[in-house]
């Protein structure tokens, strides 16, 4: 360096983490998700305290519309039946799919194909599954022929049209095609736990179920929290299954606040009760994911 020159020192510039100058690709994104999602779901919600029949004038209700649906014999109903379907979908297809994934988790053979049987009729569209099983559950159906066959006659029923047995009808539909996409969930925590900590609980003297509870439930519970989780939403909001196999029927023993939103609001024209039910079902669902999140979070967190 020549002399009487000092040299300058210069600090590197950070680049910034996020480049802001082409945010507004994202801005059409943006403007659907606010537009589609948030502002439909406000105006549903204003309407839902007004008596608003989807054309013309409407007027300012208040909680008229609320009370009205913790009033009626019949919405009470469709509340506990949507309860009944979300919680006992959950149950059955949360148990059912774990069974399935540790069955066929390491040891057998033919568990790929296993997975993929089982698995498949997540694929199906609900109206199909419904409908097939519409046809089961006739009265000279394969479900009263397979009872009658084995000596139970007095079991054979009309399960779609008996009031007592309907539900429970739509519930094992529902289960059934539920099942195979919770044990997937199960499946892909499964592979997380480390084999050597299930040997060496063997050895320590662990049973099946002791190295279930102390090894294997406490690693998979990233799993639980999201097959529960996207079970109960799943659950609170059926429709489908439902509208097809007994439309809300017989008398209303089927009845549920998804096909009462619809009924209320697309049928019978009443749009701002149609949404005040609409509401009642979005907290119902907040409540229980936030619920579900606490129960099943880790103790670290």
């Known amino acids: 360096m020549p002399p009487g020159r000092h040299r300058i020192r210069t600090r590197p510039t950070k680049k910034p983490l996020i480049n802001y100058g082409h945010w507004w690709w994202a801005l059409p994104a943006i403007v659907l ?11 549903g919600g204003f309407f839902a305290f007004t008596d608003w029949t989807g054309l013309g004038r409407w007027n300012w209700v208040g909680f008229e519309n609320f009370a009205r649906i913790f009033s009626d014999g019949k919405l009470t109903l469709a509340v506990w039946n949507t309860f009944l379907l979300a919680i006992g979908s959950v149950v059955l297809t949360n148990v ?4 399935f994934a540790l069955g066929i988790n390491r040891t057998l053979k033919s568990r790929y194909i296993l997975r993929t049987l089982l698995f498949m009729p997540v694929v199906l569209s609900p109206l199909a599954v419904a409908y097939v099983w519409k046809f089961i559950y006739q ?39 539920s099942t195979g996409f919770t044990m997937v969930i199960y499946l892909a925590g499964l592979a997380s736990v480390p084999q050597e900590v299930e040997e060496a609980a063997a050895i320590d003297g662990a049973g099946v179920w002791g190295r279930f509870w102390h090894v294997v439930l406490p690693s998979i ?45 697309f049928q019978l024209g009443q749009f ?23 129960l099943t979070r880790s103790p670290k967190d």
């Open 96 to 99: 059912v799919g774990i069974l």
């Open 33 to 43: 998700v606010v537009g589609v999602h948030y502002a439909a779901t406000l105006t």
């Open 221 to 265: 519970r990233p799993s639980v929290a999201i097959a529960t989780t996207l079970g109960i939403v799943q659950g609170l909001r059926i429709f489908d299954q439902i509208y097809a196999l007994t439309g809300g029927g017989p008398a209303g023993a089927t009845e549920t606040l998804a096909t009462q939103i619809y009924k209320q609001a």
């Open 272 to 294: 701002g009760f149609g949404s005040a039910l609409a509401l009642v079902l979005t907290l119902v669902i907040l409540g229980f994911a936030v619920l579900q999140q606490y």
């Open 139 to 177: 009265f000279d159906g394969p479900l009263n022929g397979f009872l009658g066959l084995i000596g139970l006659e007095s079991w054979q029923k009309t399960w779609l049209a008996d009031p007592n047995w309907s539900i429970w009808a739509i519930l094992v539909t529902i289960a059934w095609q």
